[in-house]
């Protein structure tokens, strides 16, 4: 594998990675270009970059999913190249090969690992000539529906029946009992084929109550794999995550040796390099299973960041010019305990519907352990074009005990008006017995969470207490602006309320 310096990247993103990614690269005297839609034109990616190139409308079908608009703006301005970022065309196989094809750098895995871990059947069966666990179930697509019932029986309800394209969920059926099962079959694929163009549908055994654990594995083009230990992804809410954490609380030392090997091979699997990361379930004794393998930087990455200390991006980077890994499994130590919270522009209490808006308040935490991705500045607005993320706050600690005390003061500090955000539904998380003890899976939101928890603790009194503040603060601007922030800083300060305890 030749080596070959990158002098200039495009990064195809927007929002918070594009930024993350961009910091990197400067670090690394890399010049950095960034696209952009007409909806972003003032967005902080494009400003910190070196230069900028529009791509089209706001829409991202329009912008940010255009392959050929991101290659032709990396030719025009000459860069070596490109960064997807995640989401998007991040795992686009036609995408990085037409990229690889215009003889630019892909900053990602080869296309026909991409391939291979888009569809979850194929997935699968790489993994298994790896000898990687797999949830009892069928290895082809099921057609006829009284084979699949047999076979059902054999494996045991409930079962569930998935599309081999799907991903988030989509096109999941939970069949019960062999009554409900033509019924399901029938939906599963009817869904796959509407959202994915594509029917096929597989058999597995129902973990019930599975606890969601990835592996961020790194392989180099010269045949090294290492992991980079575990994210626990296990509170999420109709499969989009809100919290995650490195470690989890509840591997030993042997299954995380264990698991970590299992990651290691399913990448061997598909001839994988670059970052990836390998999706488990465990099952309540603790057993586990591969899922499935995301072929992109995650958003949770900074997690295993701040407990390896180590710089993802930066990796990525130099695997991407040919270099060789520059560290062994051995030399890998999980310092401390990281929590990441996902601030969305959405409410809780009301069914986390997106709010947009404009963030009339954005006031970042400080201190000790505390890291915020993000990609808005205070009077910025969130683009209804988008997801609403406003940013990713990072806490590491020495102990997870200790990390879970940062990030609720980290919450209480982080002020942000004009929109309703995932905040106090953090907040509250965090302080939960479950989330504490460790003792929670993938149901944790569906089992604990209501909106009344934050109406009836945190709404009234606080939200009178800002609008009070807010009034001040817009008389106040009207004669002195320099004194506008001071009644919402002091007054958050002093009446804070110990709202969720
Ligand atoms: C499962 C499962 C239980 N048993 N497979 C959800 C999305 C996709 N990544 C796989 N998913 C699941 N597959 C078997 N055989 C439960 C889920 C699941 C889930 C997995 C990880 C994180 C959150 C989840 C929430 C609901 C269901």
């Not at 699968?124 to 099921?142: D, H, M, R, Y």
């Not at 352990?369 to 988008?386: K, L």
């Not at 504490?436 to 969470?449: C, K, L, M, P």
């Not at 807010?470 to 602006?481: G, K, Q, V």
């Amino acid at each position: 594998m030749k080596q070959k310096k990158i002098t200039k990247l495009l990064v195809a993103n927007r929002g918070e990675i594009a930024l993350r990614v961009m910091r990197s690269a400067r670090e690394m005297g890399i010049q950095t270009v960034a696209v952009f839609s007409e909806a972003d034109r003032h967005a902080l990616h494009v400003r910190f970059a070196d230069e900028s190139v529009c791509i089209g409308p706001p829409a991202s079908a329009e912008s940010y999913l255009r392959g050929e608009k991101i290659i032709a703006a990396a030719k025009e301005t000459g860069a070596d190249a490109i960064h997807p970022g995640y989401g998007f065309l991040s795992e686009n196989e036609a995408f990085a090969k037409k990229v690889a094809e215009s003889g630019l750098i892909f900053v990602g895995p080869p296309p026909e690992a991409i391939r291979i871990m888009g569809s979850k059947l194929a997935a699968k069966n790489a993994a298994a000539q790896f000898k990687v666990p797999l949830v009892p179930g069928t290895s082809e697509p099921i057609s006829d529906v009284s084979k699949a019932k047999k076979l059902s029986k054999e494996i045991g309800y409930p079962i569930l029946i998935k599309a081999s394209a799907g991903g988030g969920g989509k096109g999941m059926r939970i069949v019960e009992r062999e009554s409900e099962f033509e019924e399901q079959m029938e939906r599963a694929v009817s869904e796959a084929k509407s959202a994915f163009g594509d029917g096929s549908v597989f058999i597995e055994k129902f973990v019930t109550k599975p606890r969601h654990i990835e592996f961020q594995i790194f392989g180099d083009q010269h045949g090294n794999i290492v992991h980079l230990f575990e994210r626990e992804c296990s509170i999420q809410r109709r499969h989009q995550k809100v919290v995650e954490e490195a470690p989890s609380s509840i591997l030993t030392p042997e299954l995380r040796e264990a698991m970590g090997k299992a990651a290691v091979n399913a990448a061997k699997s598909c001839g994988y390099f670059n970052a990836g990361t390998v999706e488990f379930i465990l099952d309540e004794s603790m057993n586990f299973y591969f899922l499935e393998m995301n072929t992109r930087l995650q958003v949770e990455h900074p997690v295993t960041e701040q407990i390896t200390g180590l710089d993802l991006v930066n990796l990525q980077i130099r695997i991407a010019q040919g270099e060789k890994m520059p560290f062994k499994q051995e030399d890998l130590r999980i310092n401390g305990h990281a929590i990441e919270v996902r601030v969305y522009a959405e409410d809780p209490a009301n069914n986390f519907l997106p709010d947009i808006g404009t963030l009339k308040t954005y006031r970042r935490p400080q201190g000790h352990g505390i890291r915020v991705d993000d990609g808005f500045e205070e009077g910025m607005a969130i683009s209804f074009y988008y997801d609403p993320m406003i940013a990713k706050m990072i806490c590491h600690a020495g102990t997870r005990e200790a990390a879970i005390e940062k990030t609720i003061r980290a919450i209480d500090e982080y002020n942000i008006t004009g929109v309703e955000t995932t905040l106090g539904f953090c907040k509250f998380v965090m302080k939960h017995p479950a989330f504490r003890s460790g003792a929670f899976d993938t149901r944790f939101v569906e089992q604990y969470f209501k909106p009344e928890v934050l109406r009836q603790h945190e709404s009234n009194p606080d939200r009178d207490l800002i609008a009070a503040a807010l009034a001040a603060m817009t008389f106040a601007e009207s004669s002195a602006p320099a004194a506008a922030s001071q009644p919402v800083e002091s007054g958050r300060s002093k009446w804070k309320l110990n709202r969720l305890s």
